[in-house]
């Protein structure tokens, strides 16, 4: 199908850490994002990987990329209150065009 | 830095008015700029792609004369939702797309504008 997939709640313990995935659709996107919107905010930027990459780590987030599978994953370690938030990806189909397909989003609760 | 502004941040409005919402790239040129509608507890839906300098591309299904968009400058665009109505209530969302044109341009989002048309 067209859409973008992810599982629509998360929920982990402070210090823990939380795993959101998303599975794409197009195997020549070229590129793979992930968004932290908090409510009533806009999109923050975390990371983004480039397809040829099967893994990225940024500080306290790593992101891993199975491109024979078509899923992309988000590890926040040490989770903490401040990350509760909806998490999105987003793939960036065709390179030449900068259209982004987001998904569903996944909503991170961290409870203390 | 990457920082994107939208103007208000939040508007009620009576049905059958216009209501102009103004997204500004504030420490980058942005040739091309992105409009979202995003409704409670959903994901983004992309309404159109404003270039500078030409005429916005509109998503299928979404009323170009509905929703006005101008790209006057590579740090403005606007979205003008005409004769609004509650269907129209949402959040609107723009983002700014910086880069020099490689593959590695990324948007980056304004903080959104809450629609509210009574």
């Known amino acids: 199908g067209e859409d973008v997939e992810q599982s629509l709640f998360l929920s982990v313990r402070e210090g823990d850490s939380s795993v959101i995935n998303c599975t794409y659709t197009d195997s020549s996107s070229t590129y793979l994002y992930w968004y932290k919107q908090e409510p009533g905010a806009g999109l923050q930027l975390l990371t983004y990987?480039?397809?040829?990459?099967d893994m990225k780590q940024d500080q306290r987030l790593t992101v891993l990329l199975n491109k024979k599978d078509k899923h992309l994953s988000l590890r926040i370690a040490d989770t903490q209150t401040g990350d509760s938030a909806i998490y999105f990806c987003?793939?960036?189909?065709?390179?030449?065009?900068?259209?982004?397909?987001f998904g569903t989003g996944t909503r991170l609760k961290v409870l203390a | 830095g990457a920082v994107v502004s939208q103007h208000p941040s939040r508007v009620i409005c009576k049905s059958g008015t216009s209501v102009k919402i103004e997204c500004r790239s504030l420490?980058?040129?942005?040739?091309?700029m992105f409009w979202y509608r995003q409704f409670p507890k959903q994901s983004l839906m992309l309404m159109a792609t404003s270039n500078e300098g030409s005429k916005a591309t509109y998503e299928q299904g979404v009323e170009k004369d509905k929703f006005l968009i101008n790209h006057a400058s590579l740090t403005l665009s606007t979205l003008t939702v005409t004769s609004a109505h509650p269907e129209d209530s949402s959040f609107y969302i723009c983002?700014?797309?910086?880069?020099?044109?490689?593959?590695?341009?990324?948007?980056?989002f304004g903080p959104g504008t809450r629609l509210t048309v009574l």
């Open positions: 990987i480039f397809s040829n990459m």
């Open positions: 987003a793939e960036r189909r065709t390179s030449g065009t900068y259209k982004y397909i």
């Open positions: 420490d980058f040129q942005a040739t091309t």
């Open positions: 983002s700014a797309l910086k880069g020099t044109s490689g593959s590695t341009d990324t948007q980056y």
